[in-house]
């Protein structure tokens, strides 16, 4: 091996040490099952309640806002909340892997959940019964360690299907009541080249909207090619011509004298405007992460976000927050489309905080900037060296896959953030960057080290949308790796790396709740609902100890012991 391949080598095994996406210590190959199976316990046949106020899919609703109108908890009640049901995931069945990036999706009281190898479960709201759980074949699953990231984001749920996909790029419809294999699909039968062998995967969660499924692309730091994609939700078939590719092919454009792939994966879940039938996403960094001099130019639609028509995926525009990325600063968490008050008159927005730690506002039908990288984090990246450079933010970002929540009584948008440099050193010719030892990589590009004796921490930052300016910004002992979900009572929930589940005051800038889950770590962000007028907070954790936690007034106040903050790295985080 190559000494550049060993070094990569060596800071990619730090990197993937992360609980939530790593190959973990229960990575044996599943107990054997004959088939996709569903599973339906005679004693939790439907879901408890009459009337209900769903959390319908990744951010809320389709726009990702993160921000549901329900005021029951309070923060003059709030401390009142605690457990209504717990469900260790691992009980259910032993061959869930460790750690959750789950993001909960509720419909008419019934809890979807995913798992770190693509199980998913389907939970009574109310009393936690199990309704049914799917998982992959012994056979299927065992390929899903050559992509050495094994995290789930979630489901969509529409035309009575429960959606998700698999680490091998398989797109996954269940039945919806049953939990029941309806169809799956290889996305390399309708997209050429599209496997595990060439670097892509599935880590996102799908969208549902009018009939298709939208996915985004995995993988962009092995050097794939990224894209958006839809499929017609009563088939499974392309409900476009084409995907809608953020680079141009190998060897055409500005990749014109490169070995490799541009990168430019769609990383999380797009956002859908209903009125205008616009999709928005956002994109990573170009390939080779840290390696340029054969990607010359900006690098269009890499480190962007993206609109394109929903029903054929054409683009409408595209805006970039990075040009020629050196740092691995993707656009990584999901856009969102607000309607908010902007130097004094509202509009429709689409807004986007990037691993740069720079913060964007667009204008949603045109793309005309508002707010132009508005910083929320140390900024301070000078380009890599073979020597090797301390840079701020450091790979993890600035804001990572977490989401944003949107407050529209305060017209603060929340971000998640983090603080913590990386060094960089960037690889000498195309020889060097290339990474064949890697499981489908062409292209990593260089090291990333930690910086000695420098212990990151964690941000959340309340930007003012009416003037573009920070109205504050808290520490926490943690990274942020979660993301915010905020209410109409002026309450926002996130969760932290040692398994705590904090609210914050969302004027005052303050946490006025914080409870100790019995879970390893937070890293996905609550999702809030309500079953016949009652209000309940549900949130998974990761670690070695999977789990999925309901909160509501009068729940059980006992506290469990402190997680263990397992930090890890970018592309793990991814």
């Known amino acids: ?64 806002t993160r921000h549901v109108p329900f005021t029951e908890i309070t923060a003059e009640n709030v401390q009142d909340l605690g457990v209504i049901w717990s469900a260790d995931l691992k009980a259910l069945d032993k061959d869930v892997k460790n ?76 039945d919806q009541k049953t939990g029941e294999l309806v169809k799956m699909i290889k ?13 892509y995967y599935e880590t996102t969660a799908p969208q549902y909207y009018k009939g298709n499924v939208y996915i985004g692309s995995s993988g ?54 209903e009125e205008t039938d616009l999709v928005y996403f956002a994109t990573g960094n170009p390939a080779p992460d840290f390696y340029g001099a054969n990607r010359p130019g900006d690098n269009p639609h890499t480190d962007s976000v993206v609109a394109v028509n929903a029903m054929t995926g054409k683009l409408v525009w595209s805006r970039q927050e990075v040009s020629h990325d050196l740092w691995d600063y993707d656009a990584a968490a999901s856009p969102m489309i607000i309607n908010a008050t902007v130097k004094g008159e509202k509009k429709k927005l689409v807004v986007q905080g990037g691993k740069s730690g720079l913060w ?22 000078p380009k890599p060296t073979a020597e090797g ?15 944003e929540s949107y407050d529209p009584a305060t017209n603060y948008v929340l971000i998640p953030g983090i603080e913590q440099p990386s060094i960089f050193k960037a690889a000498k010719n195309e020889d060097e960057a290339a990474t064949p030892d890697f499981p489908g990589a062409a292209a990593f590009g260089t090291v990333v080290e930690e910086v000695p004796d420098v212990k990151g921490y964690g941000t959340i ?16 002992a943690d990274q942020q790796r979660g993301g915010l979900t ?46 016949d007028g009652k209000e309940y907070v549900v949130v998974t954790t990761g670690g070695a100890k999977p789990k999925v936690h309901m909160f509501g007034l009068g729940g059980d106040k006992t506290q469990g012991s402190a997680g263990e903050a397992d930090t890890g790295g970018a592309h793990s985080a991814q």
């Open 1 to 64: 091996m190559k000494k550049t391949h060993a070094l990569i080598g060596a800071a990619l095994a730090l990197l993937l040490a992360i609980s939530a996406c790593t190959r973990n210590d229960n990575e044996a190959s599943p107990t054997p099952t004959p088939e996709q199976t569903a599973t339906t316990p005679p004693t939790a046949t439907g879901a408890t309640g009459a009337s209900f106020d769903n959390w319908g899919s990744y951010g809320y609703t389709l726009a990702n």
């Open 99 to 174: 750690g959750n990036q789950s993001y909960p999706v509720v419909v008419d009281g019934v809890v979807f959940v995913t798992t770190a190898g693509n199980q998913v479960f389907a939970f009574d709201a109310v009393t936690g019964n199990q309704i049914w759980h799917w998982k992959p074949t012994a056979e299927q699953a065992a390929t899903f360690a050559k992509a050495g990231i094994i995290a789930n984001r979630g489901v969509a749920v529409g035309a009575g299907k429960v959606f998700t996909l698999a680490i091998d790029n398989s797109l996954i419809a269940l």
């Open 187 to 199: 996305l390399s039968d309708y997209i050429d080249g599209v496997t595990l062998e060439n670097g």
């Open 220 to 273: 962009g730091d092995n050097g794939v090619r990224g894209f958006v994609a839809a499929f017609r939700a009563s088939d499974l078939t392309p409900a476009w011509d084409s995907p809608f590719w953020t680079v141009p092919p190998k060897g055409q454009d500005w990749l014109a004298n490169s070995r490799f792939q541009g990168g430019g994966a769609v990383w999380n879940p797009v956002a859908i405007d």
């Open 360 to 381: 964007f506002a667009w204008d949603a039908a045109t793309g005309d900037v508002v707010w132009d990288g508005i910083p929320f984090a140390k900024i301070d990246h």
């Open 389 to 403: 450079v301390v840079g701020y933010p450091g790979v993890l970002g600035g804001e990572n896959y977490a989401p």
């Open 461 to 476: 930052t309340a930007i003012d949308v009416d003037t573009g300016k920070q109205a504050y910004q808290i520490k926490t």
């Open 486 to 531: 905020s209410t109409g009572s002026g309450l926002a929930f996130f969760g932290e790396l040692d398994g705590k589940l904090n609210a914050l005051d969302v004027k005052a800038g303050k946490v006025i709740w914080t409870f100790q889950t019995s879970g390893d770590n937070v890293q996905s962000a609550p999702s809030i609902f309500k079953v």
